[in-house]
């Protein structure tokens, strides 16, 4: 097995950018970005000792997210590019990719702690910059809710302090009332939002914003979702109720591609470099 080849297999613009540094240490090719003027052939026989999938997990038929692709992807499509004992990394929910690769290594980097804080700040400068175009008015001074105090909520805490925003966080315990404090924000919990705030970003992913607490705020009111499925908002009475949401996924590859590849590409080297046998899922 050669430890020296990588192949970038699918994914979006932020894996561009992360073969362009891993390609200072490797040998690097990608398969499945015959749109993005990558026209780089993989060498008859090349057998490759790491393989890096996109984010996204693949479908249940094994399709790889492929945007940039020429025709679908799928997992069959790269196994004979596996050398013996290759380790494969992967993003969320990597119990979907072993699936497919039994036999093979799998890591999800999206599950070390590094890129984990790094990914929350991209996506939480990302989400500020969304909300400053749809905003009529400047962030200082500005009645602004953080749902949760995650790795997300905290970075945008950080950042909204910079700008002089009036902060309230809502959160479910008192580890995060702890974290409210010592970030020196006020804090309360899930049940006594008010509605009182013009600027919402929720990080958590489960009901918070039920109809009844929709209701409370204003027509101005702008409501950021960062979380996950099943998401922390009554979508459909949000269109009912005819308020504005931005739906804000896979922030840093849309809003800080280079940054969110180049941090992708430290993760991977940091865990080839230590020891891939040292890191589980």
């Known amino acids: 097995m050669s430890d020296k080849t990588i192949l970038i297999v699918g994914g979006d613009i932020r894996q561009i950018y992360c073969g362009q540094k891993l390609s200072r240490f490797f040998n690097v090719y990608y ?4 749109n993005a003027d990558i026209s780089e052939k993989i060498p008859d026989g090349t057998k490759f000792g790491y393989v890096i999938l996109p984010v996204p997990p693949p479908t249940e038929a094994g399709e790889i997210s492929a945007p940039f692709g020429g025709e679908k992807l799928y997992t069959a499509d790269i196994s004979p590019y ?3 004992g290759a380790v494969i990394f992967t993003g969320i929910n990597p119990e979907k990719t072993e699936v497919f690769f039994p036999s093979y290594k799998v890591i999800s980097y999206t599950a070390q702690e590094d890129f984990a804080l790094k990914n929350a700040i991209s996506t939480a400068e990302g989400a500020i910059m ?4 749809r905003l009529s008015v400047t962030m200082n001074g500005l ?5 949760g105090m995650g790795r997300i909520g905290t970075a945008l805490v950080n950042i909204l302090k910079g700008f002089g925003a009036d902060i309230t966080v809502a959160v479910r ?3 995060g009332r702890a974290k409210a404090a010592i970030s020196g924000v006020r804090a309360i919990s899930t049940e006594e939002i008010t509605g009182e705030h ?11 914003f039920t109809g009844e607490i929709i209701e409370k705020f204003s027509e101005d009111t702008l409501f950021v979702e960062l979380a996950s499925k099943p998401y922390g908002f009554d979508f459909k009475k949000v269109e009912q109720l ?5 739906l804000a996924s896979g922030l840093p590859a849309k809003k800080a591609p280079v940054t969110a590849g ?8 940091s865990i080839i470099m230590e020891g891939v046998n040292a890191y589980d899922r």
């Open 31 to 34: 398969k499945g970005f015959e």
């Open 242 to 246: 005819n308020r504005k949401i931005i």
């Open 143 to 147: 009645p602004v809710l953080v749902v």
């Open 198 to 208: 013009i600027l919402v970003f929720n990080t958590a992913p489960n009901l918070v």
């Open 130 to 133: 969304l909300a400053l175009e």
């Open 82 to 84: 596996l050398a013996d």
């Open 173 to 175: 315990n008192g580890k």
């Open 262 to 269: 180049y941090d992708l590409a430290d993760t991977i080297i």
